[in-house]
């Protein structure tokens, strides 16, 4: 298993909903659960949190989770780094898992490679290409 650590202090992107609506949908998701398992929201806080900071999840939005349900930062960081679900960096607009798979991909280049070099020796030759060249029998040999 690798080892997740939170990025280094850099500045988060501001939320862009308004705070009063976030905490009301904050204190909504808290209330789902029963009286001294408030704790279980971690989950849909954090995500929505990474929502909020732009895809990941920076120390302060994790801070801040922790606060509102009464948790330890640490249990909040344990939960944040245990899901590979969120984001402990900033992350570029396509996640990952959205690119096809490597092998696919490169297979998929080197087609394009090889058809793009067969077409540029076929444009940059001079002389018309003869039956001889392309390996097929030519049109007197061939059978009617």
Same mark, same amino acid.
């Given at each position: 298993m690798a080892v997740r650590r939170l990025a280094r202090r850099t500045a988060a992107r501001r939320a862009s909903p308004s705070r009063p609506r976030m905490l009301a949908w904050a204190k909504a998701q808290i209330a789902k659960y029963p009286e001294g398992r408030q704790a279980s929201a971690v989950i849909p806080l954090l995500w929505r949190a990474q929502e909020q900071a732009g895809g990941w999840l920076p120390?302060?939005?994790?801070?801040?989770?922790?606060?509102?349900?009464?948790?330890?930062?640490?249990?909040?960081?344990?939960?944040?780094?245990?899901?590979?679900?969120?984001?402990?960096?900033?992350?570029?607009?396509?996640?990952?898992?959205?690119?096809?798979?490597?092998?696919?991909?490169?297979?998929?280049?080197?087609?394009?490679?090889?058809?793009?070099?067969?077409?540029?020796?076929? !444009? !940059? !030759?001079? !002389?018309?290409?003869t039956a001889s060249s392309h390996g097929s029998r030519s049109s007197a040999s061939a059978p009617a």
């Amino acid at each position: 298993m690798a080892v997740r650590r939170l990025a280094r202090r850099t500045a988060a992107r501001r939320a862009s909903p308004s705070r009063p609506r976030m905490l009301a949908w904050a204190k909504a998701q808290i209330a789902k659960y029963p009286e001294g398992r408030q704790a279980s929201a971690v989950i849909p806080l954090l995500w929505r949190a990474q929502e909020q900071a732009g895809g990941w999840l920076p120390q302060k939005a994790i801070e801040h989770v922790a606060e509102m349900l009464g948790m330890a930062n640490i249990r909040v960081l344990e939960v944040a780094t245990f899901y590979t679900m969120f984001n402990l960096e900033p992350v570029g607009q396509i996640p990952r898992p959205a690119l096809r798979h490597d092998a696919v991909h490169a297979a998929r280049l080197r087609r394009a490679d090889d058809r793009s070099a067969i077409a540029g020796s076929a !444009s !940059s !030759s001079t !002389s018309p290409p003869t039956a001889s060249s392309h390996g097929s029998r030519s049109s007197a040999s061939a059978p009617a």
